[in-house]
C-alpha cells in the first residue's frame, strides 16, 4: 500500500472483522465519514473460518446469561438495543438463506462468505472507505482529534474505534492491538485466556482414554467455581475424545469456566439413573458392560467396566458397593486437564478491556472522549452458539448509534 494524502475522518474503525466491519457500515449509513483499517491480505478470515465455513451468526436465545464477563450486566444495554432478532431481520434482507441448528444457533445454509458479503455492502451503502493491508503504527491524541500513523500515511479522526479482536488463531492476524491501546491510554484490561477451547491431559487416567480417539456422545458437564470471577456452569451437550484429550461442544463450553489446576466433572450417563439400575434386582443377571452399552457406545461402556475390573461379571456376582462405585465413577467422574490447546485452537477470547473503563450505552472510554471499544476486544465473552458473533453486533451498533447522536 503506497502512502496517500493526510486525511481527516469522523470516525476511524481500526479493525475490519465482524464488529469494526458492522460498526462502519451502521455509522456511515448515519451519515457519518468512516475509515476501516485492517492489517489482513483477506478481509473477514475469521466469519469465513466460522461455524465450520457456515457462520452461526446469531442465536435465537441470545442474552446476557449466554455471557461471561467480570460484570454480567454490562452487556444487557447492547443486546437489548440491537438483538438477535434485529440481525436475523438484515440476513432475511440479503436473502441469505439460513437453519437453525441446535438450541436457537442460526447458521448459513450456504457460506459464511455470504455474512462477509453483507457486512462489506453495509458499508458500502454506507460510503465506507476500508483499506487492508495496512501496518497501524501508533495512535495518538492532539486537542479533540486522533491521529493513527500507518504505512497509507497518517489519519486523522473525530472518533477512534478500537476493534482489532482478541488472540485466537494467531495465523489469520489476531493480535493483542486493542488491549495494547487501552493500556496506552491507562485503561484496565482483566486478565486474558483462551475460551471455548479443546482441554488437554496428561494424567494416567487418560491414556487409556484416548484409545477411545474419535468417540462422541452427549454428556453433562460442569466447571468453574461458584465464587471465581466467572462463576460455574453446567452444560447438556456432545463431548469428543480426542486423541490429546477432549473437544466438541461440552467441553469448549466448559472450556470458559474452567481454570488451570480445577477439576471438571462429568455425568457420562445422565439421562439414566444408574444408581438404581445397578441396585436393581431385575438386572442381577445383566453382564455389567452389556448392560452400561445400552447408556453409551460399546467402546466406552467396556472401557468403564474394565476400570474397575468388572469386565465380564454379573451384577449379582459384584458387592452393593461395587455397584454404588460404578454408578459414581459414571454419574460423577471427575478430571484434571492439564491445559487448554491454546490461542491456535480456542475460538474467543476470555476477558480483555475491562467494562469499568466503558459506558454501556455507547463502548465509550468514561476517562478519553471519542475512543471506543467493541466486539472481542472486550471483556465480554458468550457461549458457543453465535453469541459471540451477536455481541460483536450489539456492541459495533451501540458505538455507531453513539457516534451520530
Ligand atoms: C474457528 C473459529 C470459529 C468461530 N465460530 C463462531 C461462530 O460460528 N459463531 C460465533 O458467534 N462466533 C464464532 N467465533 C468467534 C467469532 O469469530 C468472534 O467472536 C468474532 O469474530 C469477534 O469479532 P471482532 O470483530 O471483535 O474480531 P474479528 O472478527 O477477529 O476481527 C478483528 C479484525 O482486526 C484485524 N486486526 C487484528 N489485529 C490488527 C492490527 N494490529 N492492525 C490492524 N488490524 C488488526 C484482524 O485482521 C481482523 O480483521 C469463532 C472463532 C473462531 C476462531
Known sequence: MTKSAVDQWDAIVLGGGAAGLFCA????????????????????????????????????????????????????????????????????????????KHQG???????????????????????????????????????????????????FGTALVLATGGLPVPAIGASAFSLEIAKQFDLAVTEIRPG???????????????????????????????????????????LLITHKGLSGPAVLQASNYWHEGESIQINWAYERDCHSEFLNEDNRLKVVEHHLAEMMPKKLADFFAAQLNFSGRKWTELAKKDRIALANLLNQWSVKPAGTLGWKKAEVMLGGVDTRELDSQSMMSKKHPNLYFIGECVDVTGHLGGHNFQWAWSSAYACARAMAS
Open 196 to 238: 471455548l477451547v479443546p482441554l488437554s491431559f496428561t494424567d494416567d487416567a487418560f491414556s487409556s482414554m484416548s484409545e477411545l480417539s474419535g468417540l462422541s456422545l452427549p454428556v453433562q458437564i460442569s466447571a468453574g467455581k461458584k465464587n471465581s470471577a466467572y462463576g460455574s456452569h453446567l452444560f447438556n451437550e456432545d
Open 105 to 155: 444457533q442460526l447458521f448459513c445454509d450456504e457460506s459464511a462468505k455470504d455474512i462477509i458479503h453483507l457486512l462489506v455492502n453495509e458499508c458500502k451503502q454506507g460510503k465506507v472507505r476500508i483499506c487492508h493491508p495496512v501496518d497501524i503504527q501508533s495512535v495518538s491524541r492532539t486537542k479533540d482529534t486522533w491521529a493513527v500513523e500507518t504505512s497509507m500515511g497518517r489519519q
Open 25 to 100: 457500515g451502521v455509522a456511515g449509513q448515519l451519515g457519518l465519514k468512516v475509515l476501516v483499517l485492517d492489517h489482513a491480505q483477506i478481509l473477514g478470515e475469521k466469519i469465513r473460518i466460522s461455524g465450520g465455513g457456515r457462520c452461526n451468526f446469531t442465536n435465537l436465545h441470545s442474552s446476557p446469561h449466554y455471557f461471561l464477563s467480570l460484570n454480567p450486566n454490562f452487556a444487557k444495554s447492547a443486546l437489548a438495543r440491537y438483538s438477535a432478532n434485529d440481525f436475523i431481520n438484515l440476513v432475511k434482507r440479503y436473502q441469505i438463506a439460513f437453519h437453525e
